[in-house]
């Protein structure tokens, strides 16, 4: 995906690691300066499921490739899976997803509409 100031951003990664790369890469490039950079992936929400209940998560948790090292990051307003999350500068948005676990986000069941924001620490989004 392109975006407006025409850096370019690469997401991916295969699951299974003697044919590929590890799941959750995540690259920015910059055609300026002709450089690729590590960034950092931001996880959101999330459900479980077994055969005892169904939940969905609040959890918010950030990945720094370049230090190895996963961070625990202040919890999202609600519980939700199946959302969308963006950064706009330093706010984290989140939008929609279902608010209990069990299916698919636009399966019957809560979902929710609502749209949150959060602001987090400089330098969090990088």
Not at 40 to 46: L, N, P, R, S, Y
Not at 79 to 99: E, Q
């Amino acid at each position: 995906m392109r975006s407006r100031c025409g850096k370019m951003y690469v997401i991916g990664g295969f699951g299974y690691m003697p044919f590929g790369n590890p799941p959750g890469l995540l690259y920015e490039y910059d055609p300026g300066p002709d450089k690729w950079t590590k960034k950092k992936i931001f996880v959101a929400g999330g459900e479980v499921q077994n055969e005892r209940y169904s939940a969905a998560f609040r959890s918010l948790e950030s990945y720094d490739p370049v230090a190895n090292r996963w961070d625990i990051l202040p919890s999202l307003p609600g519980a939700v899976h199946g959302n969308a999350v963006a950064f706009i500068g330093n706010r984290l948005h989140t939008v929609s997803g279902k608010m209990e676990g069990g299916g698919f986000a636009d399966a019957p069941g809560k979902a929710t509409a609502d749209h949150s924001v959060m602001e987090m620490p400089a330098g969090g989004t990088q």
